[in-house]
């Protein structure tokens, strides 16, 4: 007889940020496909349906929520927290993952409202969400929980005429660091994941050709997104004395190492 160690991550409650695409789709559809009940968050109601139905589809054990979320906004974050704590009284993940970016641009050409505007997603959104996680899972009982910040590549080394969006992942490595270091008291565990070329809408474009810092224009290779959240089922599944502090998935064969 064939044991089955696979281990189903059942009675669990997550929420998953930019959930309607991407990464984001990719993880929740994952999460519930482990038997987790899902919050898909986002600010586009019928993209959320789309992962919803997906899952439907699928017959995955966990439940999945849509719920508005603009996540820049504070009021939309706590109404977002006070149904969860209102519906099951707990949170076990937050895939704190919702981000945007701008055009390629150099710094003199980067409008302050476009600027302001992606670190009012990429940081301020990611800072409210984790507040209101932790505030969460330290009055839950038991207490504890993970938070999963989406890093990027970025967080380590640019692109070029991306410095809005660098800037924005390089401080969520000082966010991660710190929730992990204030978490350990209450079980709070936090993870940065920095993921370089996912397939998904935004990096399709990728295999017909993406500038390098010399200039020159080559294609990059992508890795399916799937396996992303394969990534965040493996640190979701640890027990709370244990955190991968930070993990880099990326696809074998963009360039990385040598960008920049």
């Known amino acids: 007889m064939v044991m089955n160690l696979k281990k189903k991550i059942n009675n669990k409650v997550a929420i998953v940020t930019g959930a309607g695409s991407g990464i984001g789709k990719a993880v929740a559809l994952g999460l519930a496909r482990e038997g987790v ?12 349906h789309n992962t919803k139905q997906i899952s439907i589809k699928e017959n995955n054990e966990g439940i ?38 701008l055009e390629a641009n150099s710094l003199d050409n980067i409008k302050f409202k476009d600027w302001k505007k992606v670190i009012d997603t990429n940081i301020n959104g990611m800072f409210l ?64 994941i920095d993921i370089g070329n996912a397939e998904t809408a935004i990096t399709n474009s990728f295999k017909k050709g993406v500038i390098q810092p010399n200039g020159s224009v080559l294609k990059e290779a992508t890795m399916n997104a799937e396996d992303v959240a394969k990534s965040v089922i493996t640190i979701f599944n640890l027990p709370l004395d244990t955190n991968i502090l930070n993990l880099t998935i990326m696809a074998n064969k963009m360039p990385f190492v040598g960008r920049g």
């Open 37 to 48: 009940d899902i919050y898909l968050a986002g600010r586009k109601k019928n993209k959320l």
């Open 64 to 101: 999945c929520h849509v719920i508005k979320c603009d996540v820049s906004k504070e009021t939309d974050v706590r109404k977002m927290f006070m149904l969860i704590q209102k519906n099951h009284g707990r949170l076990d993940l937050l895939f704190n993952n919702a981000g945007i970016g």
């Open 129 to 192: 969400c984790a507040k209101y996680a932790y505030q969460l899972m330290k009055k839950q009982r038991p207490k504890g929980g993970r938070i999963i910040n989406n890093g990027s590549i970025s967080a380590f080394t640019p692109r070029p005429g991306t410095a809005a969006y660098t800037t924005s992942k390089h401080a969520i490595t000082g966010l991660t660091k710190s929730i992990a270091l204030d978490g350990r008291e209450d079980n709070i565990l936090c993870s940065q």
